[in-house]
């Protein structure tokens, strides 16, 4: 059998050059991966090497993650809605066939959004505390409120630390971990310079802000999951304080078939179970 390798390439979108993560056997299901906030696609690294004798797997950076192109606030505005474009329109330039999209945090806006607008795109959907209900928001979310309804210099105080201090970005990694020890530091301390270079943290505000206009598509979502029944899969870290475990179980009461695993872990399960949730996505994906 062919040993397969990881590459790291660029598609040109309207263009912004998006990096994305590569492995795998092209005529094996597709799987596409998308992260959010604080992290890139650097988040399924481990995930995919352990996925990429089974799957074709493709991870992209939105535009301004990662290694993908900053463009600046005048030349691309970073909401929700013009990353969800630029992902749909990268997943058909790549010829990505009938993919399983995996989605955390903020790769659920986007994948929600491009499910909505294609109904018939995706296989399945695998989420990873990745939120659509009022009820799935945490307390961290819940904090952010005042931000998300009024953007003004008083409120983004209190949403600045999260996204540009080492503590606010250690927050997604190591709050409600079971065993910190198994969390690479060099996530958050990637995480953190990535975060801290020119520009991003005005990019990461606008896009935080714009998490408000999630919350006014959830319905538009919760209709879509109530209607289409999509085959779900849904692995959570039940002690994430952005969206805890009820955020998973009302997805569940939409769609009762959903597959439904919770781990003893954070907003970023993968740094402690990326093993057993690949195990998971196997079975998942073959129907056993």
Known sequence: MKKQTMHYKQQHVDGINIFYRETGDRTKPHLILLNGVPSSSSAFQELMNDLKDD???????????????????????????NLSVTIEKFISQLGLVKPHLYAIGYGGPVGFRIAVRQPALFASLILQNSNAYFEGLGPAMQAAEPYLKNRNEETEQLVRPLLTTLDG????????????SRINPDGYNNSFYYLNRPGQQ????????????NLAEYPAWQQFLKTQQPRILLVWGKNDVFFPLSAAEAIKKDVPGAELHAFNTSHLALEEYHTEIAEKIRKFVNGR
């Not at 074709?56 to 909401?79: C, H, K, M, W």
């Not at 005005?202 to 206009?213: A, C, T, V």
Request: glycine content about 8%; aromatic content about 22%.
């Open 55 to 81: 799957f074709y797997l493709v991870a992209p950076d939105f535009p301004g993650f990662g290694n993908s192109d900053i463009p600046s606030r005048q030349e691309y505005e970073y909401t929700f809605h």
């Open 169 to 180: 970005i250690k927050l997604f990694y190591l709050s409600g971990a079971e065993d910190a």
């Open 202 to 213: 005005e990019i990461q505000l606008d896009l935080l802000y714009n998490y408000g206009s």
